[in-house]
């Protein structure tokens, strides 16, 4: 492993020649942006761990007895605000791939990405209604910057698609990224909820001031087209650009203005309309591009294929994503906080999923490999309707448990930590499987764009989850749980039932 540390020319320390080098067979620069990821899901799943409790904490629907000082707002509002942020993340990774694409290169934008956080999270730290509203939108448009152009920098370290290192090398940076998933609610989530939530968010920035200062020392093991603007925005079109914000800030500040003057302002008013753009979006791009005429024939039936795929990734993070809302609700008020006489903050069951993919990737990373020595592996069709499945299982026993905690008995830690095993297992299925194949089925002329389309599925899915909620549906309700695991199962049979079919559409992807 020694030599390998110190393979490339060590003599000549320009960029390539640095990122010639490597760290167990991988290249250094992987070491960096792992780091980096790891402390900028730190403070996102940190925040996100401490989100719904903190709005509701010092209302009437905190749990009796816990730490007040919060925004005291009802439960229904706090989930759909959840559900609209955590899709406003992801929905923003279109534009921010865009900015990595066309204005800064990706290596400037995640510096610039990393500093917005930073600050998003200091203004969190500040208490009051405004900042904490502002402080999250800062948060998201940073994360969005960040998310998509951090992960095509780890593409560019690997010599194109057919690397054979590639796949371990997103596997290992799927690790950091739950490395701080998994240290982040133990950490904020404590600070937040047993101290103060304030020192929480401020802990959360600190987490991504290091993040940052890592990734400035790294940079120059990434490799040169890292710091490339692919396709540079021309003037005119900076103009139009600028142009066409203009005019839709002006008619959101006119709306917004009319709303507020006549006094019928609430904070529906603000959450339906962003979940209706979430669902939106993520139509019409996909719309877009399967009508380009400039496609050939066989680009065109790729991306009828990839539709399936989509919308099973919408329901799949639809159910994931409530880790954070739903379900951390439940670990709140209906779940004991002690195993064997240690008590624990209700935040710490958010590190459970990401505890799960630390232990199970690897082992689903050999798995995959055994079965493809033998010939064996399942198709993506097969493993996407897998993972459909397991998010329909953990429903299925998530009604279970929430049946269980109707009549006002807590239930045992055991329930959310099963629960979310079975999500991981699906995750796992789908998560990674998900990102390669949008870069295979990616049309020649959208490729940089489709990184930000792959997770316009999980907007998608968690702009449901908000209508539903300011629809006044009750998401705690055994039914509306169970029935969501049906919608799940039954997607991820209908995919099975048709893999061959869209193996046909998916041509030579597999
Ligand atoms: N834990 C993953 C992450 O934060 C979950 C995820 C993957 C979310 C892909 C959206 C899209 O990166």
Redesign the pocket.
Known sequence: MASSLTKGAASQETPASRSDKTLFGHPRGLAFLFLTEMWE?FS??GMRALLVVYLIAGGPDAKPGSQGGGLAMPEASSLAIYSVYVAMV?LLAMPGGWFGDRVWGPRKTVAIAASVIMAGHLILALPGKPSFFAGLAVVAIGSGLL?SNISTMVGHLYDGPEDPRRDGGFTLFYIG??MG?LAAPLVIGTVGQKVNWHLGFAIAAMGMALGLVIFLLGTRNLDPKSSQVPTPLTAAERNMWLKKGLVWLAVAAVFYGIVIGSGVFTVNWALVPIALLGLFVPVSVLTRIKRDKELTHSEQTKVSGYIFFFIAAAVF?MIFDQAGSTMSLFAEKKTTDNIAGFNFPSTWFQSVN?AW?VVLAPVFAALWLNLGRRNREPGTAVKFANAMLFAGLSFAVFAIAMAMASDGTKVSPMWLIMIYMLQTVG?LCL?PVG?SLTTKMAPQKYASQMMGV??LA?TAGDCTTALLKTAGVNLNGTGVILGEAVVAAAAGAAIWAYRKRIATLMGDVH
């Open positions: 899901r996102y799943y992801y998310k990224i739950n998933g993070w990401s993919v995750e998560s990102l792959w997770f999980t």
